[in-house]
């Protein structure tokens, strides 16, 4: 059992890395779109080589093995695992994430075809969804049925409070 944990976490760091990597590489892309003809073209071939190698190669197959040896824990466990009102939430979370996950993929397709609609700071936000779930789901998995619903609210709003002022400031201090 350690082992497929330890394999678990392995491919869920993994694939969180390749999320906050991919979204990163969004917006260096979208932010090419407003350069001259030569260099917006070389940049958004770079990119797109980047994206599609980063999303093929490490963050779907992360996603895949983190499911996959996910579901081998809860199967090893079932009988604690289903009565585990953390379990259930965390899982709702993975669910979000793998959402999160095909939209991400969804960009993806559109960049390659030169659709771009989102703006830098739509995706600067869109990035600090995954870090509201990477906090949701470790903080649940590691307090488990010892945090309080009260807390568990007020900590995921505190935490996309601080981020999304953290963006409007970084923003305003880029501007300046």
């Known amino acids: 059992m350690d082992t497929i944990k330890a394999l678990h976490i392995i491919f869920m760091v993994s694939w969180f890395a390749g999320l906050f ?8 892309h979208v932010e090419a779109q407003t350069k001259e003809t030569t260099e917006r073209s070389i940049l958004s071939k770079q990119f797109l080589i980047m994206e599609k190698k980063l999303w093929w190669i490490i963050t779907t197959p992360s996603m895949a093995f983190t499911v996959i040896f996910g579901n081998w824990m ?8 289903k009565v585990s009102t953390w379990m259930h939430l965390k899982l709702g979370f993975v669910v979000l994430l793998l959402i999160y996950h095909f939209i991400c993929q969804k960009i993806l397709f559109d ?6 609609k989102w703006t830098s700071t739509q995706l600067r936000i869109w990035n ?6 990477l906090v949701s789901i470790v903080f649940l998995v590691v307090l488990k049925n010892s ?3 009260i807390n568990g609210v007020f900590g995921f709003f505190a935490v996309g409070i601080t981020l999304m002022i953290a963006i409007k400031w970084y923003k305003r201090l880029r501007n300046s």
């Open 21 to 28: 990597y991919m979204v990163r590489l969004f917006i260096y």
């Open 74 to 81: 809860l199967f090893l466990n079932w009988e604690y695992y």
């Open 111 to 116: 960049f390659s075809k030169d659709n771009f």
């Open 128 to 133: 600090e969804v995954a870090t509201l779930f």
């Open 147 to 149: 945090l309080n619903w």
